[in-house]
Protein backbone atom coordinates (compact mmCIF):
# COMPACT_ATOMS: atom_id res chain seq x y z
CA UNK A 1 0.00 0.00 0.00
CA UNK A 2 2.83 2.41 0.98
CA UNK A 3 3.95 2.32 -2.69
CA UNK A 4 0.48 3.54 -4.22
CA UNK A 5 0.59 6.03 -1.82
CA UNK A 6 3.67 7.57 -2.45
CA UNK A 7 2.18 8.38 -6.22
CA UNK A 8 -1.16 9.63 -5.01
CA UNK A 9 1.08 11.76 -3.11
CA UNK A 10 3.47 13.04 -5.53
CA UNK A 11 0.87 13.20 -8.36
CA UNK A 12 -1.19 15.74 -5.99
CA UNK A 13 1.16 17.96 -4.90
CA UNK A 14 3.57 16.97 -7.77
CA UNK A 15 4.57 20.98 -8.22
CA UNK A 16 4.23 22.10 -4.64
CA UNK A 17 6.51 19.10 -3.38
CA UNK A 18 9.11 20.26 -6.36
CA UNK A 19 9.30 24.00 -4.90
CA UNK A 20 12.57 24.19 -2.95
CA UNK A 21 11.94 26.54 0.66
CA UNK A 22 14.64 29.24 -0.25
CA UNK A 23 14.05 30.73 2.70
CA UNK A 24 -6.24 38.37 5.74
CA UNK A 25 -7.69 39.59 2.58
CA UNK A 26 -11.55 39.86 1.83
CA UNK A 27 -12.88 36.94 -0.67
CA UNK A 28 -13.36 37.46 -3.88
CA UNK A 29 -16.32 36.83 -6.06
CA UNK A 30 -15.88 34.45 -9.12
CA UNK A 31 -17.37 35.24 -12.45
CA UNK A 32 -20.44 33.54 -13.25
CA UNK A 33 -23.98 34.24 -12.73
CA UNK A 34 -23.63 33.09 -9.09
CA UNK A 35 -21.33 33.72 -5.82
CA UNK A 36 -18.44 32.23 -4.21
CA UNK A 37 -19.70 28.99 -2.33
CA UNK A 38 -22.59 28.22 -4.62
CA UNK A 39 -22.67 25.65 -7.42
CA UNK A 40 -25.88 24.67 -9.92
CA UNK A 41 -27.97 21.91 -9.66
CA UNK A 42 -29.21 19.59 -12.57
CA UNK A 43 -31.94 22.07 -13.42
CA UNK A 44 -29.35 25.18 -14.26
CA UNK A 45 -30.70 27.16 -10.72
CA UNK A 46 -27.95 28.18 -8.20
CA UNK A 47 -28.33 26.78 -4.81
CA UNK A 48 -25.76 27.32 -2.04
CA UNK A 49 -22.85 24.91 -2.28
CA UNK A 50 -21.17 23.95 1.32
CA UNK A 51 -18.52 22.55 -0.76
CA UNK A 52 -16.70 25.51 -1.59
CA UNK A 53 -15.88 25.98 2.06
CA UNK A 54 -13.45 24.28 4.04
CA UNK A 55 -16.12 23.18 7.07
CA UNK A 56 -18.56 22.04 3.90
CA UNK A 57 -16.04 20.08 2.21
CA UNK A 58 -14.55 18.14 5.22
CA UNK A 59 -18.03 17.31 5.75
CA UNK A 60 -18.17 15.31 2.42
CA UNK A 61 -15.50 13.38 3.39
CA UNK A 62 -14.78 10.49 5.34
CA UNK A 63 -12.84 10.76 8.78
CA UNK A 64 -9.27 9.76 7.81
CA UNK A 65 -8.03 6.38 9.49
CA UNK A 66 -5.70 7.29 12.67
CA UNK A 67 -3.23 5.18 10.98
CA UNK A 68 -3.01 7.07 7.55
CA UNK A 69 -0.33 9.76 6.86
CA UNK A 70 -2.06 11.53 4.31
CA UNK A 71 -3.77 15.24 4.13
CA UNK A 72 -7.10 16.60 3.26
CA UNK A 73 -7.31 18.95 0.40
CA UNK A 74 -9.97 21.51 -0.65
CA UNK A 75 -10.49 23.84 -3.60
CA UNK A 76 -12.46 26.39 -5.06
CA UNK A 77 -11.39 26.21 -8.92
CA UNK A 78 -14.23 29.55 -10.02
CA UNK A 79 -12.78 31.51 -7.28
CA UNK A 80 -9.20 30.91 -8.11
CA UNK A 81 -10.06 31.56 -11.77
CA UNK A 82 -11.91 34.96 -10.85
CA UNK A 83 -8.41 36.12 -8.28
CA UNK A 84 -6.14 35.31 -11.47
CA UNK A 85 -8.15 37.42 -13.40
CA UNK A 86 -9.06 35.01 -15.92
CA UNK A 87 -11.98 33.16 -17.43
CA UNK A 88 -12.82 28.66 -17.36
CA UNK A 89 -12.08 27.27 -21.13
CA UNK A 90 -14.05 24.98 -22.70
CA UNK A 91 -13.11 21.51 -21.68
CA UNK A 92 -13.20 20.71 -25.48
CA UNK A 93 -10.15 22.80 -26.04
CA UNK A 94 -6.46 21.06 -24.68
CA UNK A 95 -4.92 24.62 -24.98
CA UNK A 96 -7.49 26.57 -23.27
CA UNK A 97 -7.51 24.28 -20.67
CA UNK A 98 -3.65 23.98 -20.33
CA UNK A 99 -3.41 28.17 -20.37
CA UNK A 100 -5.88 27.98 -17.24
CA UNK A 101 -4.75 25.95 -15.08
CA UNK A 102 -1.14 28.17 -15.89
CA UNK A 103 -3.23 30.60 -14.75
CA UNK A 104 -4.90 29.60 -11.39
CA UNK A 105 -1.31 27.40 -10.40
CA UNK A 106 -3.49 24.41 -10.44
CA UNK A 107 -0.75 22.17 -8.46
CA UNK A 108 -0.38 18.96 -10.62
CA UNK A 109 -2.03 19.81 -13.33
CA UNK A 110 0.14 21.44 -15.33
CA UNK A 111 0.49 24.77 -13.58
CA UNK A 112 3.46 26.08 -12.82
CA UNK A 113 5.18 28.18 -9.66
CA UNK A 114 7.03 31.03 -11.24
CA UNK A 115 7.96 33.78 -8.93
CA UNK A 116 5.24 36.36 -10.44
CA UNK A 117 2.39 33.87 -9.89
CA UNK A 118 0.02 34.80 -6.89
CA UNK A 119 -2.78 32.24 -7.24
CA UNK A 120 -2.53 28.81 -6.70
CA UNK A 121 -4.93 26.31 -5.92
CA UNK A 122 -5.09 22.49 -5.33
CA UNK A 123 -6.85 19.83 -7.37
CA UNK A 124 -8.25 16.31 -6.89
CA UNK A 125 -5.66 13.49 -7.43
CA UNK A 126 -7.90 12.08 -10.22
CA UNK A 127 -7.12 15.44 -12.40
CA UNK A 128 -3.55 15.90 -10.92
CA UNK A 129 -2.05 14.38 -14.50
CA UNK A 130 -0.04 16.78 -17.04
CA UNK A 131 -2.33 19.69 -18.85
CA UNK A 132 -1.94 17.48 -22.11
CA UNK A 133 -3.50 14.36 -20.42
CA UNK A 134 -6.77 16.26 -19.05
CA UNK A 135 -9.17 16.01 -22.13
CA UNK A 136 -8.19 12.27 -22.19
CA UNK A 137 -9.22 11.60 -18.23
CA UNK A 138 -12.26 13.79 -19.61
CA UNK A 139 -13.30 11.46 -21.94
CA UNK A 140 -12.75 8.55 -19.82
CA UNK A 141 -14.86 9.33 -16.80
CA UNK A 142 -17.25 12.48 -18.62
CA UNK A 143 -15.56 14.33 -16.08
CA UNK A 144 -12.85 16.98 -16.92
CA UNK A 145 -11.19 19.52 -14.64
CA UNK A 146 -12.55 22.14 -16.65
CA UNK A 147 -15.78 21.27 -15.84
CA UNK A 148 -15.11 21.07 -11.61
CA UNK A 149 -16.56 24.17 -9.13
CA UNK A 150 -15.48 22.95 -5.64
CA UNK A 151 -13.81 20.27 -4.19
CA UNK A 152 -12.89 18.13 -1.02
CA UNK A 153 -10.07 15.21 -1.52
CA UNK A 154 -8.45 12.75 1.05
CA UNK A 155 -5.22 10.89 -0.09
CA UNK A 156 -3.89 8.40 1.99
CA UNK A 157 -2.05 4.69 2.31
CA UNK A 158 -5.79 3.34 2.48
CA UNK A 159 -8.46 5.21 0.52
CA UNK A 160 -8.63 8.17 -1.75
CA UNK A 161 -11.72 10.01 -2.26
CA UNK A 162 -12.59 13.12 -3.36
CA UNK A 163 -15.81 14.94 -4.10
CA UNK A 164 -16.68 17.45 -6.50
CA UNK A 165 -19.52 19.85 -7.77
CA UNK A 166 -19.94 21.29 -11.21
CA UNK A 167 -18.30 25.18 -11.86
CA UNK A 168 -20.72 27.96 -11.29
CA UNK A 169 -19.55 29.64 -14.68
CA UNK A 170 -19.91 26.41 -16.99
CA UNK A 171 -22.02 23.85 -15.14
CA UNK A 172 -22.72 20.77 -16.06
CA UNK A 173 -25.65 17.69 -15.44
CA UNK A 174 -22.40 15.21 -13.15
CA UNK A 175 -24.65 12.51 -13.21
CA UNK A 176 -25.53 12.68 -17.13
CA UNK A 177 -22.00 13.04 -17.62
CA UNK A 178 -20.54 10.29 -16.13
CA UNK A 179 -23.27 8.13 -17.11
CA UNK A 180 -22.69 8.42 -20.81
CA UNK A 181 -19.40 7.90 -20.09
CA UNK A 182 -19.58 4.59 -18.03
CA UNK A 183 -22.76 3.17 -19.03
CA UNK A 184 -25.42 2.31 -16.62
CA UNK A 185 -24.68 2.02 -12.98
CA UNK A 186 -24.54 -0.91 -10.84
CA UNK A 187 -25.67 -0.64 -7.08
CA UNK A 188 -25.86 3.07 -7.26
CA UNK A 189 -22.25 3.44 -8.61
CA UNK A 190 -19.98 3.67 -12.15
CA UNK A 191 -16.96 1.55 -11.96
CA UNK A 192 -14.35 2.51 -14.43
CA UNK A 193 -11.45 -0.24 -15.02
CA UNK A 194 -11.59 -3.87 -13.46
CA UNK A 195 -9.55 -6.22 -11.15
CA UNK A 196 -8.98 -5.22 -7.06
CA UNK A 197 -9.82 -2.17 -5.11
CA UNK A 198 -6.83 -0.85 -4.60
CA UNK A 199 -3.82 -3.27 -6.04
CA UNK A 200 -1.61 -1.78 -8.46
CA UNK A 201 -1.79 -3.00 -12.09
CA UNK A 202 -0.07 -0.79 -14.39
CA UNK A 203 -0.73 -3.00 -16.88
CA UNK A 204 -4.23 -1.68 -16.85
CA UNK A 205 -3.65 2.09 -16.23
CA UNK A 206 -5.58 5.10 -18.55
CA UNK A 207 -5.10 8.41 -18.32
CA UNK A 208 -7.77 9.10 -15.13
CA UNK A 209 -6.78 5.49 -13.30
CA UNK A 210 -2.81 5.66 -14.07
CA UNK A 211 -1.75 3.34 -11.50
CA UNK A 212 -4.36 0.62 -12.73
CA UNK A 213 -6.63 -0.21 -10.17
CA UNK A 214 -10.70 0.50 -10.58
CA UNK A 215 -12.33 3.80 -9.52
CA UNK A 216 -15.89 4.10 -8.13
CA UNK A 217 -18.36 7.06 -8.45
CA UNK A 218 -21.42 7.93 -7.25
CA UNK A 219 -23.38 11.26 -6.37
CA UNK A 220 -23.69 12.29 -3.53
CA UNK A 221 -27.05 14.64 -3.60
CA UNK A 222 -25.87 17.27 -6.18
CA UNK A 223 -21.68 16.74 -6.24
CA UNK A 224 -20.37 13.49 -7.39
CA UNK A 225 -18.39 11.68 -5.47
CA UNK A 226 -15.10 9.28 -6.65
CA UNK A 227 -12.94 6.33 -4.70
CA UNK A 228 -11.00 4.22 -5.52
CA UNK A 229 -12.85 1.55 -2.47
CA UNK A 230 -16.27 1.02 -3.48
CA UNK A 231 -17.00 -0.33 -0.05
CA UNK A 232 -15.91 3.27 1.27
CA UNK A 233 -17.66 5.25 -1.22
CA UNK A 234 -21.06 2.74 -0.52
CA UNK A 235 -20.61 3.78 3.63
CA UNK A 236 -19.89 6.99 2.49
CA UNK A 237 -23.16 7.55 0.33
CA UNK A 238 -25.32 5.75 2.56
CA UNK A 239 -24.06 7.97 5.36
CA UNK A 240 -22.57 4.83 7.73
CA UNK A 241 -19.36 6.60 8.20
CA UNK A 242 -17.96 9.54 10.60
CA UNK A 243 -16.63 12.74 8.35
CA UNK A 244 -13.96 14.26 8.24
CA UNK A 245 -15.39 17.59 10.22
CA UNK A 246 -16.57 15.50 13.00
CA UNK A 247 -13.01 15.71 14.57
CA UNK A 248 -13.11 19.08 17.14
CA UNK A 249 -9.63 20.37 16.09
CA UNK A 250 -10.15 19.96 12.71
CA UNK A 251 -13.72 21.63 12.83
CA UNK A 252 -11.89 24.50 14.33
CA UNK A 253 -9.27 24.88 12.15
CA UNK A 254 -11.89 24.56 9.14
CA UNK A 255 -13.99 27.28 10.68
CA UNK A 256 -10.89 29.79 11.18
CA UNK A 257 -9.78 29.39 7.37
CA UNK A 258 -13.30 29.86 6.36
CA UNK A 259 -13.65 33.12 8.13
CA UNK A 260 -10.32 34.20 6.26
CA UNK A 261 -12.24 33.42 3.26
CA UNK A 262 -9.61 31.01 1.87
CA UNK A 263 -10.04 29.64 -1.84
CA UNK A 264 -8.16 26.25 -1.10
CA UNK A 265 -6.81 24.66 1.49
CA UNK A 266 -4.62 21.81 3.17
CA UNK A 267 -4.99 19.49 6.45
CA UNK A 268 -1.73 17.47 6.72
CA UNK A 269 -1.98 14.61 9.37
CA UNK A 270 1.20 14.94 10.53
CA UNK A 271 1.79 17.87 13.07
CA UNK A 272 5.01 16.91 15.19
CA UNK A 273 8.09 18.34 14.35
CA UNK A 274 11.30 19.63 16.58
CA UNK A 275 12.45 21.98 18.96
CA UNK A 276 12.76 24.76 16.24
CA UNK A 277 8.73 24.75 15.53
CA UNK A 278 6.14 25.92 17.46
CA UNK A 279 5.88 25.56 21.08
CA UNK A 280 2.76 24.81 22.04
CA UNK A 281 1.59 21.51 20.84
CA UNK A 282 -1.59 21.18 18.45
CA UNK A 283 -3.60 18.48 17.08
CA UNK A 284 -5.10 20.01 13.95
CA UNK A 285 -3.08 22.55 11.42
CA UNK A 286 -4.31 23.73 8.55
CA UNK A 287 -2.82 26.11 5.31
CA UNK A 288 -4.89 27.67 3.02
CA UNK A 289 -4.89 30.86 0.13
CA UNK A 290 -6.95 33.74 -0.08
CA UNK A 291 -6.38 36.72 -2.44
CA UNK A 292 -7.62 40.41 -2.67
CA UNK A 293 -6.57 43.36 -4.78
CA UNK A 294 -3.43 41.41 -6.09
CA UNK A 295 -2.14 40.18 -3.41
CA UNK A 296 -2.21 36.34 -1.39
CA UNK A 297 -2.11 35.76 2.25
CA UNK A 298 -0.58 32.41 3.25
CA UNK A 299 -3.30 31.70 6.53
CA UNK A 300 -2.14 29.17 8.99
CA UNK A 301 -4.53 27.87 12.30
CA UNK A 302 -3.64 25.95 14.77
CA UNK A 303 -5.88 23.84 16.94
CA UNK A 304 -4.38 23.65 20.68
CA UNK A 305 -5.83 22.10 24.02
CA UNK A 306 -6.07 25.50 25.62
CA UNK A 307 -6.43 28.94 25.12
CA UNK A 308 -3.30 29.36 27.25
CA UNK A 309 -1.62 27.20 24.58
CA UNK A 310 -3.09 29.05 21.79
CA UNK A 311 -2.03 32.50 23.06
CA UNK A 312 1.67 31.36 23.48
CA UNK A 313 1.79 29.87 19.73
CA UNK A 314 0.36 33.33 18.95
CA UNK A 315 3.32 35.06 20.66
CA UNK A 316 6.05 32.59 19.06
CA UNK A 317 4.81 32.71 15.73
CA UNK A 318 7.20 35.38 14.64
CA UNK A 319 10.02 34.27 16.24
CA UNK A 320 9.82 31.03 14.99
CA UNK A 321 9.56 32.30 11.02
CA UNK A 322 12.81 34.82 11.92
CA UNK A 323 14.82 31.57 13.37
CA UNK A 324 13.88 29.70 10.20
CA UNK A 325 16.39 30.02 7.69
CA UNK A 326 14.56 28.77 4.76
CA UNK A 327 11.10 31.22 5.87
CA UNK A 328 13.06 34.38 6.72
CA UNK A 329 12.35 36.47 4.05
CA UNK A 330 9.65 34.65 2.27
CA UNK A 331 7.00 35.03 4.50
CA UNK A 332 6.54 38.32 6.61
CA UNK A 333 3.96 38.10 9.73
CA UNK A 334 0.67 39.99 9.45
CA UNK A 335 -1.38 39.06 12.40
CA UNK A 336 -1.47 36.02 15.01
CA UNK A 337 -5.13 36.16 16.05
CA UNK A 338 -6.63 33.48 19.23
CA UNK A 339 -10.09 32.91 19.59
CA UNK A 340 -10.49 30.28 22.35
CA UNK A 341 -8.26 27.35 21.45
CA UNK A 342 -7.39 28.23 18.20
CA UNK A 343 -4.39 30.69 16.63
CA UNK A 344 -4.59 32.09 13.30
CA UNK A 345 -1.94 33.23 11.84
CA UNK A 346 -1.92 35.63 8.27
CA UNK A 347 1.27 35.83 6.25
CA UNK A 348 2.55 38.30 3.45
CA UNK A 349 4.61 36.12 0.99
CA UNK A 350 7.47 38.42 0.23
CA UNK A 351 9.83 35.84 -1.58
CA UNK A 352 7.62 33.23 -1.92
CA UNK A 353 5.63 31.81 -5.27
CA UNK A 354 2.16 31.04 -4.25
CA UNK A 355 2.44 27.40 -5.33
CA UNK A 356 5.23 27.07 -2.67
CA UNK A 357 2.39 27.34 0.43
CA UNK A 358 1.61 23.41 -0.18
CA UNK A 359 4.76 22.30 0.21
CA UNK A 360 5.22 23.25 4.02
CA UNK A 361 3.27 20.29 5.06
CA UNK A 362 4.76 18.34 3.43
CA UNK A 363 8.27 19.69 4.46
CA UNK A 364 7.14 19.36 8.00
CA UNK A 365 8.14 23.12 8.07
CA UNK A 366 8.74 24.63 11.67
CA UNK A 367 5.33 27.46 11.47
CA UNK A 368 3.18 24.46 10.97
CA UNK A 369 4.82 22.05 13.44
CA UNK A 370 5.00 21.95 17.02
CA UNK A 371 8.26 21.06 19.31
CA UNK A 372 5.62 20.08 22.39
CA UNK A 373 4.09 16.86 23.21
CA UNK A 374 0.33 16.53 22.52
CA UNK A 375 -0.97 16.30 25.94
CA UNK A 376 -4.26 15.61 24.62
CA UNK A 377 -6.27 13.23 22.70
CA UNK A 378 -7.57 13.82 19.32
CA UNK A 379 -11.31 14.02 19.91
CA UNK A 380 -13.94 11.83 17.74
Known amino acids: MSSQRDVLLAASVTLAAAVALAGCAPTVEPAGSAATGESVAADGASAPDPLCTVTGALAR ?53 DEGRVVSVLTPAVFSVPAGQQAAVADEIGVGIADVGCFAADAANQSRFAVVSASVGKPID ?45 MLGQDLAVSTSAEALNALVNGDVATAVDDTGRAAVASALDARHVYSAMLPDRTSGDACSMPAAFDAVGVGLSHSSGAPRLIVAYHQASAADAQRNADAVADVLAADPQLAGRLELVSADVEDTVTTAAFRLTGMPAASVWALPMKGASIVTHAGSPGFVRTK
Do not use: C, K
Open 174 to 218: LAAAVDAAAGEQMNGMWTFGSGEDEVTDLSRSTAARWNGAPLHMA
Open 61 to 113: LPAPDTRDNGYLTTGDLDAATAAAGTQRPERSDPAAVSAWLEAIGATGSGGTA
